[in-house]
């Protein structure tokens, strides 16, 4: 019989692509989402005990993806109760079900927002954000839970249709204009869709990520020049990039109160996936060149 996952947050990004690779797998899904959709196996957000009761009958596991973006224009404390206490509820209502499994998507925004040495899985949180903050309680109402569960940070997900910074530097390097990031020296860790949907479904299907939390990544960081550089390889390119000093340029962003922006663009970011190799036996299925390719290519 196929195992019956329960998505959360099925109408995001992520969400989408993943239930397409459930799908793909074998498995049957129930999916769920912030507002009613006309489907034979779709939920609304359970909102008391008794919705959640329905909502889990028959789910053997939950991947927990709903919650607040961090770029969303919202308050502090509509992420915490968007992120953390809607976790928090899910977790309760647990006590009184049949799942056998919790993946909690969280974000690597729980260490903060730039790394000196790569980040590993027990490295100290410092986010420096809402957002992450209340990603890192909600893994704190995960750990609490009474079913095994998975817990993956994730850094930015890229991917064809991709919303946030991926989005918005795709749409700046398709402009036919000039830009100064010909020379930049930094290094961040990405994941491409497919390589995340991939390790999900991995850690259902492993009993040895019971209880555990994992870094992700394409295992291969990039450069912001780098990065457009797959752009230009896979050609979306139109801008043209020059090589200017990383240091002028940190300057020039700080000087037009920019830090946001210099940190995105010039800043380290890496995570170290070890514990996702080692301990799991997982190896990103795509490379960096093959997950460009397949974005624009289809």
């Known amino acids: 019989m196929n195992k019956r996952v329960l998505v959360t947050g099925a ?25 009613r959709r006309d489907s034979s196996d779709s939920i609304s957000f359970p909102q008391s005990s008794l919705e959640w009761s329905r909502a889990l009958e028959g789910v053997d596991f939950i991947v927990h993806l709903a919650g607040l973006a961090h770029k969303s224009r919202s308050r502090d404390h509509e992420h915490y109760l968007s992120n953390a206490m809607t976790t928090k509820n899910l977790v309760e209502n647990l006590k009184s079900s049949n799942v056998k499994k919790l993946v909690y998507v969280s974000s690597a925004a729980v260490y903060g927002e730039e790394s000196v040495e790569p980040f590993h899985e027990a490295s100290i949180p410092r986010p420096h954000s809402a957002y992450g903050l209340s990603k890192l309680f909600a893994e704190f109402f995960v750990q609490n839970s009474i079913v095994p569960y998975v817990i993956v940070r994730p850094p930015l997900i890229y991917g064809k249709d991709a919303p946030g910074n991926f989005r918005k530097l795709l749409k700046l390097a398709s402009l036919p204009i000039v830009l100064p990031l010909g020379r930049t020296q930094n290094s961040r860790s990405y994941i491409s869709i497919d390589n995340f949907c991939d390790f999900l479904i991995f850690c259902l299907r492993s009993d040895s990520a019971h209880n555990e939390i994992f870094n992700v990544s394409d295992g291969f960081d990039l450069s912001t020049t ?3 550089r797959q752009f230009n390889i896979s050609g979306q390119l139109r801008a043209f990039n020059i090589a200017m000093s990383p240091t002028i340029l940190k300057a020039l962003f700080f000087f037009f109160g920019q830090r946001g922006l210099a940190s995105k663009l010039l800043g380290n970011f890496c995570l170290d996936i070890s514990h996702a190799r080692n301990h799991l036996g997982w190896r990103p299925p795509l490379d960096v060149k093959e997950s460009f390719k397949k974005i624009f290519d289809s």
């Open 226 to 228: 780098e990065m457009m």
């Open 11 to 35: 109408g995001g990004f992520v969400g989408r692509h993943f239930i397409a690779a459930l799908e793909k797998q074998g498995f049957s899904v129930r999916l769920c989402y912030r507002d």
